[in-house]
């Protein structure tokens, strides 16, 4: 049973565009969101946060938008640089419960020059 | 001064044997864990340990026994390995469950 779930595998997109990515998540206790971007042969790299209290959260070209009643959450990245091709996954813990961060499938991002 | 590093980065062995992934944090995080990202490219919790104790263990095959000596290393070792466990395994820390996981860059280990 995924409960994060990233339902695009591959998206493309021009640079200086803006590249949207999406996450669904099932469990309504997840309190806490990250956005991880991989490169090949490296480990997952932290990106951005979000927290259930905001539904927003900006860090220079990288927003996250939470919509809890959706139970959906998003990264815009703009403008879209080429060096930002690589995949991208969501994960989702509760702040209250164990260690536990859920990841989605990933989705490959490439941005075309 | 890579911050969560794991060894060896190429593991290929073959059936049955036994071998182990070392992971070390030079963060001062309170927690570790082990991710497997298997063929389909999920990556999933193995084991969690938060100050050297075993808080997460994701029912998984008890041939998997991780070993915490003290808070900034997990060790994974891994008996009589089977085809299936061919996987890249990610160690990773922690803060707390409100910081984001730190990632090693893995250890791919093939099964013969």
């Known amino acids: 049973d995924q409960q994060v779930k990233q339902n695009s595998p591959s998206l493309s997109v021009q640079e200086g565009r803006i590249s949207i990515l999406n996450c669904d998540y099932t469990?309504?206790?997840?309190?806490?969101f990250l956005w991880y971007k991989k490169y090949p042969a490296e480990g997952p790299t932290f990106l951005i946060s979000?927290?259930?209290?905001?539904d927003k959260n900006e860090d220079g070209r990288f927003t996250v938008f939470l919509n809890k009643s959706a139970k959906h959450l998003s990264l815009h990245i703009v403008p879209s640089q080429p060096g930002d091709s690589a995949v991208y996954f969501c994960?989702?813990?509760?702040?209250?419960?164990?260690?536990?961060?859920?990841f989605g499938t990933g989705t490959r991002l490439k941005v075309l020059a | 001064d890579t911050a969560v590093s794991q060894t060896p980065k190429y593991l290929v062995t073959q059936m049955g044997n036994d071998k182990s992934i070392k992971c070390e944090q030079n963060?001062?995080?309170?927690?570790m864990y082990w991710y497997k990202q298997d063929s389909k490219k999920f990556l999933k919790i193995m084991f969690s340990?938060?100050?050297?104790?075993?808080?997460i263990n994701e029912t998984v095959p008890n041939r998997f026994s991780p070993k915490s000596p003290d808070k900034a290393h997990l060790n994974l070792h891994i008996n009589s390995l089977e085809l299936g466990d061919s996987a890249v395994y990610f160690c990773?820390?922690?803060?707390?469950?409100?910081?984001?996981?730190?990632f090693g860059n893995g250890t791919r280990l093939t099964v013969t």
């Open positions: 994960a989702a813990s509760t702040t209250s419960g164990t260690y536990k961060y859920i």
């Open positions: 979000i927290s259930s209290i905001k």
């Open positions: 469990n309504s206790m997840f309190d806490y």
């Open positions: 963060l001062g995080h309170d927690t």
């Open positions: 340990y938060n100050n050297k104790e075993l808080i």
């Open positions: 990773a820390s922690s803060q707390d469950n409100n910081s984001p996981l730190h």
